[in-house]
């Protein structure tokens, strides 16, 4: 893959070594006490019970924690309360070896123009636990550029103040995470361009744990060519798979 030279971003020396930190990073934040590999379960209540984390705490020894979680109805759009339960020494983190990661390629650090729109558009994502149901996510913005000459308008939603592009392309399922990777894309102040750094994508919360609900790329969020860069998948010791 050869990016034209105009959307390829200017790289610095150290970016190869930020790249091993955010690598690490990543590995210490999944195998965390509330990590992706912790999480056993996911608890969704009746429609108007409120969570007791307190309760449910009661009993369970120092490694297993609990907390509390809300989504709106895929259907009624009412507030619905859940629980999820975090196990520490989770048989997914005893078994985990590491995250299987392309090598670190400037090729795949380019430029973008980021065009806000107004602030309650919604596009339609489908997640990948909801059976075909799509839930709408605030977009503030498209993220148009061009990659080995195909023009691209990107849909990413906000998550903290930061950009969340889901992204699909060819080597999902072959080389992959199946359905699909994240990237952050950082904003810039005052300005309409942000930098994508696919050697940063990662693979959702899903790939470590079934437990997790993850969005899945709209159609114009998948990529006509391999991108091999970022991470391919979890790698787990002595045969241990996500269920």
Request: hydrophobic share 35%; net charge negative.
């Amino acid at each position: 893959m050869s990016l034209p030279s105009s959307a390829s971003a200017r790289t610095t020396d150290t970016a190869p070594d930020d790249w091993n930190a955010w690598r690490t990073a990543r590995a210490a934040s999944v195998t965390a006490p509330t990590g992706n590999l912790a999480l056993v379960e996911t608890r969704w209540l009746p429609t108007g019970t409120e969570p007791d984390p307190e309760a449910e705490r009661q009993g369970l020894p120092p490694h297993l924690r609990v907390t509390t979680l809300e989504r709106s109805d895929i259907l009624t759009g009412e507030t619905e309360h859940g629980l999820r339960f975090w196990d520490a020494r989770s048989p997914a983190i005893q078994h985990f070896s590491h995250i299987d990661t392309y090598d670190y390629d400037p090729a795949w650090v380019t430029r973008a123009t980021f065009t806000p729109v107004a602030a309650d558009r919604r596009i339609p994502f489908e997640y990948i636990r909801d059976n075909g149901g799509s839930r709408g996510m605030i977009v503030p913005g498209d993220i148009s550029l061009s990659l080995d000459g195909v023009d691209y308008t990107l849909a990413a939603f906000d998550d903290e103040g930061t950009l969340l592009l889901v992204f699909g392309d060819p080597t999902n399922g072959a080389e992959t995470y199946g359905s699909g990777r994240f990237l952050f894309v950082p904003r810039e102040d005052g300005g309409e361009t942000v930098t994508l750094d696919f050697n940063r994508a990662f693979v959702p919360p899903c790939g470590f744990s079934a437990q997790y609900n993850c969005p899945l790329p709209p159609a114009q969020n998948r990529l006509h060519l391999p991108v091999r860069a970022g991470e391919k998948l979890p790698v787990f010791r002595d045969g241990h798979t996500i269920g």
